[in-house]
């Protein structure tokens, strides 16, 4: 009875702090399943095996309320999402950019297109392609969701949502990209921004309001090792781990830590990581003033062009779901590409395919060696050994 009132309570007072506190909560991910490299196990004990996991922390859970006039509140994060997503057509980004000046969802006329951390805040890590049947990576009580048309030549992953967040350099060699999340398998990438392989580029829209502050970082350097997220509440490893290692020795670096005087460092959770990259900036960018990986310079980076893992694992192996753990790239989010003209024994080409800032996931072990062309159907670039930059708090 006593953890029961304990929990209550804990959700009463993260949802008060979110929308009268800090401007920025970083809801949980609602991932409450534990794995090892495969599976799905018992929570492990402090101290065994893969100790120290998403589901082993429990953030500002997820609270939503339904207005009844096609809008919803995020109760956490202050703000208002349509509940809908016109119809399930999908607009170009020109369109979706547009849509926002005319929306009046629920009698308002201050819609925007969300920024890509505003819309991080709705994706849900319970959801996996490998569930039978499926589970969006959205709360689906609360939101519409459908899945990619198939019977139009769509795959059904193809459930992707624009987001108002323009890539400051270039992917697939040389287009303009916008970041979006799709809400089908669970991931960030940059998609090109006027015209995809089958013509003209075309995502999900939908439109938020509320909370400007949302989403916007305020770092102090504490001048102990750590760096604090005022916005947040998140306090940070100022530096990385300073070599890359598998997801379970991540998670016992994160366990093992002791720094600024705190031993309850943990491996962050991809809704956590994801709350620092900052898409003002990318190795490739274009302006000379923005090259560099795309966090902030308050940080240290052992390599600029790293990936670094969370404590989440993403449920998208229909054989083993608990196989891949999320990762977040700070530098350019490769893959190797085929393209027309390449000989028939000429390797794909490493190119930046999603931008930097996207997330993607890894598995959780192995040997890199095995995939050196990546996987899927761009290639995505696989190394198993990622950084660590550890968090506590929040």
Sequence with gaps: MRARWWMTWAVVAWAGAAVGGAPYVVVDTGQRAFFDDGDEIPSPGKGQPYFGQDAQYGGPQPSYRDNGDGTVTDNNTGLMWQKGFDGGRKHTFSEARAGAASCRTGGHADWRLPTIKELYSLIDFSGGMG?????????????????????????????????????????????PTVFGVNFADGRIKGYPRDRGPRGASAQ????????????????????????ADRATGLVWQKADSGRPMNWRDALAYAGGLSLAGHDDWRLPNAKELQSIVDYSR??????????????????????????????????????????????????????????????????????????????RSDPKSGDPAQFP??????????????YVRCVRGG
Excluded at 204 to 227: A, L, S
Aim: with cysteine; aromatic share 12%; glycine share 14%.
């Design 282 to 359: 990318a190795p490739d960018a274009g302006d000379a003033s923005r090259r560099g990986p795309a966090i902030d310079p308050i940080f240290g980076i052992t390599e600029p062009e790293s990936y670094f893992w969370t404590g989440t694992t993403h449920q998208e192996s229909p054989h083993r779901r608990g196989s891949q753990a999320v990762y977040v790239c700070f530098g350019r989010s490769l893959g190797y590409m085929r393209f027309p003209g390449q000989g028939p024994g000429q390797a794909a080409e490493a190119i930046n395919v999603h931008g930097a800032g996207a997330q």
């Design 373 to 386: 062309q990546g996987r899927g159907p761009q290639g995505d670039d696989v190394r198993i050994l990622n």
């Design 204 to 227: 999900f829209v939908r439109y938020v309001r509320g909370n400007p502050r949302y989403g916007k970082n305020d770092f102090v350097d504490k001048g102990d090792g750590t760096v």
């Design 131 to 175: 569930h039978r049947p499926p589970r969006p990576y959205i709360d689906t009580n609360v939101f519409e969701f459908i899945y990619g048309d198939e019977s139009r030549g769509e795959r059904a992953i193809d459930a992707q949502y624009w987001s108002a967040t323009e890539y400051v350099g270039k992917t697939m060699r040389g287009a």
